[in-house]
């Protein structure tokens, strides 16, 4: 395959695999006033799709083929943060007020579990990367054709990132989106959580 028409695969598998990540970002980036930092979204975002591409090589290399219900357990993970957060609503409205001494202190931590919770929601919901990426360097296997495809994949995470930064700050949702984003986002992770567990343990079986 040539080089134009590798890019055209990567990009096509890429977004076929990732536009329902648009609305997490969203919901991400109108949240930044609460939680989350654009840095930290983005640096979540490029760890989450960047060990899911990683899997996809390692795949591809040793010809592994991850089990369904394996990749279903990852919807734990957005359930546990979002419940998490459910809980943490309440508590940052009590504490809204407050100045704690320590904050400098805690504000690393702050920073590196936001960039943690973007990297576990993106890498729980990524089953279909992993069942897309593996055979797709199983058959773009040359050392060229792989380091394009990584490429391509990086180039368009930064897309992803961009148009999920463009529609909450210029769309006309934008207002309501960021009052009302890190309200929602519990309820989201939560649901995108029990889909994921759906997916590998309920529809597989059906």
Do not use: W
Not at 124 to 135: E, K, L, M, R
Not at 139 to 157: E, G, H, R, Y
Not at 172 to 180: T, V
């Amino acid at each position: 395959m040539d080089i134009i028409g590798l890019i055209g695969l990567g990009i096509t598998a890429f977004a076929a695999t990732n536009i329902d990540d648009i609305f997490l970002l969203m919901i991400f980036f109108s949240s930044a006033r609460n939680s989350f930092s654009p840095r930290q979204i983005v640096m979540g975002q490029y760890i989450g799709i960047g060990a899911l591409t990683a899997i996809g090589v390692a795949g591809s290399l040793v010809a592994l083929v991850v089990p369904a219900h394996v990749v279903g357990l990852m919807g734990f993970v957005p359930i546990a943060i979002g419940v998490k957060r459910l809980f943490g609503l309440r508590k940052h409205t009590e504490e809204k007020d407050e100045v704690p001494k320590q904050a400098l202190n805690s504000s690393n931590r702050a920073a590196l579990l936001s960039i943690f919770t973007v990297t576990a929601v993106t890498f729980s919901n990524g089953g279909d990367n992993i069942g897309v990426f593996v055979p797709l360097f199983a058959s773009n296997s040359t050392a060229t054709d792989m380091i394009t495809l990584v490429a391509v994949f990086m180039a368009m995470t930064a897309v992803l990132c961009t148009v999920g930064y463009y529609l909450v700050n210029h769309s006309f949702l934008a207002s309501r989106i960021r009052r009302f984003g890190h309200l929602v986002l519990p309820f989201v992770l939560i649901g995108l959580g029990t889909y994921i567990l759906a997916k590998g343990f309920i529809i597989p079986s059906s």
